[in-house]
């Protein structure tokens, strides 16, 4: 009987048409190529997890072994209330229970990815919960959220509303996730999952991947390895305060994701309905690296505003020149980065204001007007400028803030998040405030601020939105007294409302999320932006261990990477040009530099570099990444490479971190080759034009490079060495 479902059940199909199918089945099996996920429910009864995993293809599989997992798929607080649950509700009566039966069972087809619904009732009070498991054809990711529906006419509370319930087999689990601070954002972190709970959590609100990110990475059995072991990946997306909870104990493990309740109850109106963020995963048999190329091809086939196309090389003035922006300055860094073969400017900070203008953070954000003083001939001059180079026009904005010095805040001070009666937080510069976005006309304001600039000048080409505040005082002017606890949530339905607005618009504008370097670095923007700043740090050595933790969730075609100047900004550390693009060129190449204080031999080199960089823009954006030594490893070596899709390209990286003499440096083993093919190498970015080193035109088989490996030993010099090998297929008749 079971078996006989399967079929009609398998959620794999590319029909591009909207069809909604209910039936009444058994067993719901929810199968991608390699992963399959499967629930059991019936009219009237509890709906139950029963499996995630590798893919089967007969559900007895999963029976005869004993593996199913028999629990509920969305447990509720009020009765049996031993385990954790997903949703806590509070009626209008003071009733604090919810008891869901399922109602039934709906799958349709959505743009060719099947939706299957799980519609429960409560059997007592007008609650619905819609559970939806996505799969995402043509990739090996799973996702799941939930919708509940208030169906009276009395508000009730929500005090917990995961996403996510699931359960994973509990043994020799550890868990891969990321942990840092400002411009330490991203460092990789494992552990053995021990009893007991372990929660990833942000507070922040709007900065949320400055400390933890919504992603993780748990193994089922012992130690993550790269390669090989059974790895299950998940990612959260959303771009507020959210808590991913491990419930570990002898006998189970349970995962529950969603966005965090912390101070954070909401109250839900009659009729209303909140549909919680989406908690997407992957399961792989590869180790961390079968994870994260799952997340990689989801995220640039769904996720990722334009995730089909490549991105230009940038040059951001940030760095460069900070707020000293003015107009002979922009055209100098226009023209030079032109002169290196550079396809886009990005003015920065410190271009707009007039009253006040912005010289430094402590004033004007809101005052969206081009300085006048600094830049008379206004952004149009600038965009004209940047045509006569060949090369496209970007500019910075921070549309959720202002400061408490700046015209916005003078005529709307009530637009400002504030606890009535007490005295304002100010953030960055002593002065930054956050916007009220749960408030239409902020929103329409905020909309405006890109809107106008749109309006005013099209051929804008690229922006960056940035955020360098948390939410910091709690309170909304706009909220009514008895949903000042909807503000957190709220204001992410604001903010969502804002950006889908400006995709509607303008879905071709490049837009990069930033948040104080790297806070906004998750799926909750992601899907209204091109990429992301991965971090305010730009030291290229710090820069491995961070982009190594973002590359296990996040693609390289987002990852915006920029080389700086040669005494880092925020490390001080001085490392060879040759170093700094090797590792910038791992991810979204751009520059964060005054070309003026370059040498030429410097520029000469740079612009080499850049045009390296488009020979193998297609296959670090759109190719499969294989991490081969990690810098978290101590080996004073990190490496890894990119693969084109059908294998006759890649590129491969490596870098010495540290400098030990005689210290002993292991052959590093490529992957993801064809093993029958043979690979002419080139290396990219010789210092001497005329060097390059020694592997340099040879051809090699796929399968001696994946099984001894490179000598490293003779390819790598001292501390902050590197290099970067392009492989392509030797046609061999
Ligand atoms: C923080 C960002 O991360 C930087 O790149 C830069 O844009 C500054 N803000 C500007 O104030």
């Excluded at 940038?314 to 002979?328: A, C, D, P, R, T």
């Excluded at 490049?510 to 998750?522: K, L």
């Amino acid at each position: 009987m079971k078996n006989n479902l399967v079929g009609k059940k398998h959620i794999f199909t590319l029909c591009l048409l909207a069809l909604s199918v209910s039936s009444f089945s058994k067993d719901y099996l929810i199968s991608t190529p390699k992963t399959s996920f499967l629930f059991s429910a019936e009219k009237g009864q509890k709906s139950k997890i029963q499996y995630y995993g590798t893919r089967i293809d007969d559900i007895k599989d999963v029976y005869n072994s004993g593996l199913n997992v028999n629990y509920e798929s969305y447990p509720a607080f009020g009765l049996d209330c031993i385990k954790e649950k997903a949703i806590a509700v509070t009626h209008n009566d003071g009733n604090m229970s919810l008891d869901l039966f399922v109602n039934d069972v709906v799958t349709e087809n959505i743009d060719g990815c099947e939706i299957t619904k799980i519609i429960m009732k409560d059997s007592l009070y007008p609650v619905d919960v819609i559970q939806y498991f996505k799969n995402y054809n043509g990739t090996d990711v799973i996702s799941t959220w939930v919708e509940i529906k208030n169906q009276g006419k009395k508000p009730v509370t929500l005090y917990q509303f995961a996403s996510a319930y699931m359960f994973m087999p509990r043994g020799e689990n550890w868990i891969n996730h990321l942990h840092g601070d400002w411009a330490s954002e991203h460092m990789m972190e494992e552990e053995r999952l021990t009893n007991g709970q372990k929660c990833i959590v942000n507070r922040y609100a709007l900065d949320n991947t400055t400390t933890s990110n919504p992603s993780f990475m748990l193994s089922m059995d012992g130690k993550l390895k790269e390669k090989t072991g059974l790895v299950m990946g998940g990612v959260l997306s959303w771009t507020g305060n959210y808590k991913i909870q491990f419930n570990a104990q002898n006998s189970y493990l349970n995962i529950i994701a969603g966005i965090s309740e912390e101070n954070s109850h909401y109250i839900l109106d009659g009729k209303q309905t909140l549909v919680t963020p989406e908690f997407a995963m992957t399961y792989s048999t590869e180790g961390k690296g079968g994870v994260s190329r799952a997340f990689h091809k989801w995220a640039r086939k769904y996720k990722l505003n334009r995730g089909g196309e490549t991105r230009d090389i940038l040059l951001n003035s940030w760095e460069g020149v900070y707020f000293k922006v003015n107009q002979e300055t922009m055209e100098q860094m226009m023209s030079d980065f032109s002169d290196m073969g550079g396809e886009l400017f990005v003015m920065d900070d410190g271009w707009f204001g007039n009253k006040y203008p912005r010289n430094n953070d402590r004033s004007s954000l809101g005052d969206w007007d081009v300085c006048k003083e600094k830049l008379p001939q206004g952004i149009q001059g600038l965009i004209d400028y940047a045509k006569s180079k060949n090369i496209k026009f970007g500019i910075w904005i921070e549309p959720e803030m202002t400061n408490t010095k700046s015209e916005l805040f003078e005529k709307h001070p009530d637009w400002v998040l504030q606890v009535k009666g007490r005295e304002l937080t100010k953030g960055r510069g002593g002065s930054q405030v956050v916007l009220d976005l749960t408030n239409p006309d902020v929103q329409d304001f905020v909309f405006g601020v890109v809107d106008n600039l749109m309006t005013n000048y099209p051929e804008i080409a690229y922006m960056k939105w940035d955020d360098n505040s948390s939410l910091m005082d709690y309170g909304s002017c706009y909220l009514p007294k008895n949903k000042q606890s909807n503000l957190y949530v709220d204001y992410q339905i604001g903010l969502e409302k804002v950006l889908k607005r400006i995709r509607e618009k303008y879905p071709n504008l490049v837009m990069q999320a930033c948040a104080g370097g790297g806070g906004r670095v998750n799926y909750g923007m992601l899907p209204y932006f091109d990429e992301f700043w991965t971090s305010d740090n730009t030291d290229a050595l710090q820069r491995i261990y961070m982009q190594w933790g973002v590359s296990g969730y996040y693609p390289a075609i987002a990852m915006a990477s920029h080389v700086s100047a040669d005494r880092n900004h925020q490390t001080g550390r001085t490392t060879p040009l040759k170093f700094r693009f090797d590792v910038a060129m791992s991810g979204r190449l751009g520059m964060e530099i005054q070309p003026k204080n370059m040498s030429d031999k410097d520029k000469a080199f740079a612009k080499r570099a850049i045009a390296a960089y488009k020979g193998i823009r297609e296959i670090v954006q759109f190719g499969d990444l294989y991490r081969l030594v990690s810098p978290y490893d101590d080996k004073g070596l990190a490496s890894l490479m990119y693969v084109s899709e059908n294998k006759t390209k890649a590129v491969f990286y490596a870098y010495k971190l540290e400098h030990l003499r005689n210290m002993n440096i292991p052959n590093v083993q490529m992957d993801g080759l064809d093993p029958n093919k043979k690979y002419r190498l080139k290396d990219l970015t010789p210092v001497n034009e005329n060097k390059p080193c020694w592997l340099n035109e040879r051809v090699i088989s796929g399968k001696m490079l994946m099984e001894q490996g490179l000598p490293l030993k003779s390819l790598l010099g001292g501390e902050y060495s590197s290099l970067v090998v392009e492989l392509s297929e030797v046609e061999t008749n």
